[in-house]
């Protein structure tokens, strides 16, 4: 079995059979509460079949990109419960589980964008080549103003506000499969923290 | 007795701790201090990757020196507030995780009330008695509470309004030019310098201002005075003699704290005082307030400074004495409160 958590929109934790068959889904589109919402999550997938805990053999971790604090929820909770069942932690990036989710569904051929809201005004895009089993990416995840994103001829888009952890451990079994190596879970921030290195302030005229 | 592993990441410190009752077994603390330095304060976004970094290597360390396995923990404990927010969910996540991995309760608990539990840790085999007023004073908090039961009974006597002391100490330095964190270098300075030299504003000292917040402090005042002061020397040409700054500023924070925090005692009738937090590593503060209490009659307790800045030790250790007096654990869906009040000791 193989438990997906990802926090990089709303919040989506799955259970898979070993051949991908989905024994416990839950997910919610809130971009809020990944903290609070993450713990039922958790438990009701656990609790989906007997001997959950001691049947997984990894926990894909979806890696974003996404706004950083609900990300770090996913990742954290990815990471230590890993670390709490002593089984792997297999990081993939959010879009992937998106553009398989298409590919399987035959809705994209050739060059293809999965596209995410980044806040302030950009979104996050990553371009993949149609392939199988494993999208392969044209070019990595990346920030591009939304006013000034324009496709490239050819190049279909797919904006989704939702990461299905089912496809998340969907790609984390076809990486797998092939033997293709995974991210360390390290999160996509694709940007620097904000801060201001502002000099003190005079307080008098 | 319970085994408790406690998780604290309502700041920039990543702490680790593992506790068997009221023993310590395990104080791990990983800091992002060194990463805040070069913008003169704690960076919410900068301590929150911290954390997710620091978060899995600590739980791996602590258990090590606590000499441990995952399988021997009887509970979970976390900070679920106040703090930054992001810091705390990172924590909070962490924390429900391991609990469903090991299918062991969780105890989502108050990080002011937490420094408090603390001194259930001291291995000098006095007993912590109640109830007592605490003192906790850090960068990013400064409380007067009336403990009467560590589990049960909690109250917010006052607290800062504006700046937290630590804070206010961080801005002082810089001002100065001295290094981050402001505590010890501003302590480092004071000690050559006259307490006396400059009078700065107490705030909420004033017979109008107690009125309303007689336990409350504030610092943003004291902070302009300095600044003030700093600026009229510079614009006349003047050099800045910074031990006495740093002294009579430093003299000023130490004696609103104490004077308020003794004043409490005094005002009902409770003769302890325990302190609490980072700025207890300020040998003024702590002298000042040894000083006064005594004076007053109160008997002062101190825990240990690895106990009194933010650690995860302190949070396993009220998760344990929540569990000895019997509480429940917190629901799974319990979420990060950057202002969970401390009359909510658990979360
Ligand atoms: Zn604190």
Redesign the interface.
Known sequence: MILAIDTSAGTSVALLDEDGTVIAERSTPDTR????????F??EV?AAAPDV?GSLTAVAAGIGPGP??GL??????????A???GIPVLGVPSHEAVALRLLVAGEVAGRFAVVTDARRREVAVTVYIAALPIPAEAEPAHLVERLAFAPAPGLTVHEVAEIPAVWLARAAQARSAAGASFSDAA?L?LRA???T?AA?K???A | MSLVLGIETSCDETGIGIVRGSTLLANVISSSMEEHA??GGV?P??A??A??EA??PA??AALAEAGVT?ADLDAIAVTSGPGL??A???????????A????RP?YAVNHLVGHVGADVLRDDGTALELPTVALLVSGGHTSLLLVRDLTSDVELLGETIDDAAGEAFD?VA??LGLPYPGGPHIDRVAAEGDPAAIRFPRGLTLPKDLERHRYDFSFSGLK?AV??HV??LRDAGQEVPVADVAASFREAVADVLTAKAVAACQDLGVPRLLLGGGVVANARVRALAEERAAAAGVSLRIPPLALCTDNGAMIAALGAQLIAAGHAPS??????DSTLPVTHIQA
Do not use: C, N, W
């Not at chain 2, 629901?331 to 990060?336: E, G, P």
């Open positions: 509460r990944h903290a609070e919402v993450i713990g039922p958790l438990a656990l805990r950083f604090t770090r929820v996913g990742l954290a909770a990815a990471r230590v419960l670390l709490g069942l999160p921030y923290p904000d801060v290195l003190p005079r307080v008098s | 070069r913008y960076v976004e900068v929150a990757r954390h997710l978060i899995e739980i791996r995952l927010a992001g705390l969910m990172v924590g909070v996540g962490a924390a429900k995780a391991l469903l991995a090991l299918d969780l801005k810089r001002l302009t600044a003030r600026e009229r629901a799974l869906d319990v979420s990060a």
